[in-house]
């Protein structure tokens, strides 16, 4: 329990777009999860969305409209989709889940016990 793993970071041009997956074990997927983020401006993780184990997502407000989380139930995978990428996007982005005792989404970090290693966006103007 506990294990997840991001991909799909990487350098982009702003205006683009990228597509983050992480890959949780079972367990860990049917909790609350969340995307964050740490970028050279911010101390703490920065939350960019959390999602409950039935599907229902809130945003961080500077995340609405431009980023888009979803669930593959199947693969046990999460999803963040990034479009109009902006130089002040570059960070390190992760994933997380919280214990699955708690049912509601959370914008805490502290709140989250498992995360995984990150994966890098860069974005350049």
């Known amino acids: 329990q506990g294990r997840l793993v991001e991909s799909g970071g990487g350098s982009v041009q702003a205006g683009g777009f990228l597509r983050l997956s992480c890959v949780a074990s079972?367990?860990?997927?049917?909790?609350?999860m969340g995307w964050f983020r740490q970028t050279p401006l911010s101390k703490e993780r920065e939350a960019i969305v959390s999602i409950t184990p039935d599907g229902k997502p809130t945003y961080a407000k500077f995340a609405q409209g431009r980023f888009t989380i979803s669930k593959d139930n199947a693969e046990n995978t999460l999803f963040l989709e990034m479009k109009n990428l902006e130089p002040e996007d570059t960070g390190m982005y992760y994933c997380?889940?919280?214990?699955?005792?708690?049912?509601?989404?959370?914008?805490?970090?502290?709140?989250?016990?498992?995360w995984g290693q990150g994966t890098q966006v860069t974005v350049s103007s």
């Open positions: 997380a889940a919280r214990n699955r005792l708690y049912s509601f989404p959370s914008f805490s970090e502290f709140e989250y016990g498992y």
């Open positions: 079972g367990d860990t997927f049917r909790s609350v």
